[in-house]
């Protein structure tokens, strides 16, 4: 992920409505790829992943997509509920590393 | 699930002390533990890489003689902040990854740093 900001972009929506996080990554090498869930104060907790040679994964209301050609990566969230306020953060890791890197983050603010 | 439990989530300290930061692997083996550090508002950014039982590799602009990482066992590692200084005031928050290879990472709860 590029992580470049000192601040975090706000994502605002209603609840019930559909959250569409994105996230724009900078190693071409990179062939797996993490979306975490952080809430205040607490550590990162693992949304879905997804591996590079997929552009689609579904989970339980949650659909991560990857389009390798533009380095970008989306977090699609159905029904948005209030409990899913939040800074969701995405990550990659580059191959023959072990380590992540984060993405700046979006944070994800749901009105009720 | 794996879980990955951090003591303490809070500590307060004075400017100069020391303070260790535990972070354990409570159902899996973790060969490989991470340290984050995040300041508020910020992303995570890695400090260093630890395998058990062999040194810490530390990210450029890390000192790694200020935070001590040790990994002696399978499941605990520790991160020591030495003579902290409140620039060293951050939320510090670990992650370990299991004999599965590229297995998802799991984060603890994170620890906040406050030196005064």
């Known amino acids: 992920g590029e992580s470049v900001g000192l601040h975090l972009p706000t994502l605002s929506v209603q609840e019930g409505d559909n959250s569409i996080i994105n996230c724009a990554y900078s190693?071409?090498?990179?062939?797996?790829f993490i979306w975490y869930k952080q809430e205040s104060g607490k550590g990162p907790q693992f949304i879905i992943d997804i591996r590079s040679n997929m552009d689609k994964r579904q989970g339980q209301r949650v659909t991560v997509l990857l389009n390798k050609t533009v380095k970008h990566l989306s977090l699609q969230i159905a029904a948005t509920q209030p409990g899913d306020s939040a800074v969701y953060f995405c990550?990659?890791?580059?191959?023959?590393?072990?380590?992540?890197?984060f993405g700046s983050g979006t944070r994800l603010q749901v009105q009720p | 699930g794996a879980v990955v439990s951090q003591h303490p989530s809070r500590v307060i300290c004075k400017s100069g002390t020391s303070v260790k930061i535990e972070c354990r692997s409570l159902d899996f083996q973790a060969t490989t533990m991470f340290w984050y550090r995040q300041f508020p508002k910020q992303s995570l950014m890695l400090m260093a890489t630890s395998n058990e039982g062999s040194k810490a590799t530390y990210e450029q602009g890390v000192e790694k003689d200020k935070f001590l990482i040790n990994h002696a066992s399978l499941t605990l590692s520790t991160l020591t902040v030495t003579s902290a200084h409140p620039e060293d005031s951050s939320f510090y928050i670990c992650s370990a990854s299991g004999t599965g290879g590229d297995s998802p990472l799991h984060f603890g709860n994170g620890t906040r740093l406050t030196v005064t």
């Open positions: 990550a990659d890791l580059p191959l023959g590393r072990r380590a992540l890197t």
């Open positions: 190693n071409s090498a990179s062939d797996y």
